[in-house]
């Protein structure tokens, strides 16, 4: 008679850290490639995966849970658990970020972190801009008009992560000068002397007016007559 003596081991390490919110790869390093596997966690999901391919997931607490996986070699069967502590990542409460300027670029912003329990901090950015910097707070020159993303990645002592991004819009401001006179959009008529009244529309908001109506006449009104 002969006797089968299988040589295999099941072992799967447990990611450190696993975050809530975050995702956690798990890696099946069972020697030889088991034929079949199941995982089985404690919150209800199940995956099944052959050979040593691996299992990518979140969960949505931080919460102790447990995972088990049932490796099938040929005929043969083996059955591990494993405990999972899942951390809390860091709670961004988003970032400050102070425009310096309303005149478009260059433009000058200061960004400010408010996370409390951050200890390693990622700033980038996307657009006609390269920002990257390990500072806590930090500042950035945006050289063009555009709209960027600013995204910062927090780190805290136990290695969880949290990101946010914020959307940084540099523009010079868009002035419109209308008249309720120009009835068609094309401009203002007059085969005589005429009265015709100014508007102005602003993507920002307008301190003082200077008029120059190009005939050494001149107002400060912000809806002039003339």
């Not at 083996?78 to 860091?90: A, D, F, G």
């Not at 009835?183 to 102005?200: D, F, I």
Request: aromatic share 12%; proline share 6%; with cysteine.
């Amino acid at each position: 008679n002969l006797i089968n003596a299988a040589d295999f081991k099941s072992e799967f390490p447990i990611p450190n850290p696993v975050c809530d919110l975050n995702t956690a790869q798990f890696d099946n390093k069972s020697f030889p490639a088991p034929d079949k596997t199941m995982w089985e966690f404690s919150d209800g999901y199940t995956y099944s995966t052959t050979g040593n391919d691996s299992v990518v997931r979140s969960f949505p607490s931080a919460i102790a849970y447990q995972v088990k996986i049932t490796n099938v070699f040929g005929s043969c069967s083996e059955v591990i658990t494993e405990p999972i502590q899942v951390r809390k990542s860091p709670v961004l409460n988003g970032f400050i970020s102070d425009i310096t300027t309303s005149c478009g670029s260059p433009a000058l912003v200061n960004f400010k972190d408010t996370t409390a329990s951050a200890v390693k901090w990622l700033w980038s950015t996307t657009g006609y801009a390269y920002m990257e910097t390990t500072e806590k707070n930090t500042s950035y020159t945006f050289n063009y008009d555009d709209t960027y993303y600013v995204t910062l990645k927090v780190t805290d002592t136990a290695g969880c992560t949290s990101a946010t991004t914020k959307e940084i819009k540099i523009y010079r401001p868009n002035v419109v000068i209308s008249s309720p006179e120009d009835r068609y959009g094309n401009g203002v008529v007059s085969c005589g002397p005429m009265l015709v009244h100014l508007v102005v529309t602003s993507t920002d908001s307008i301190k003082t007016y200077s008029w120059d109506f190009g005939d050494n006449a001149t107002s400060l009104a912000t809806a002039p007559g003339h």
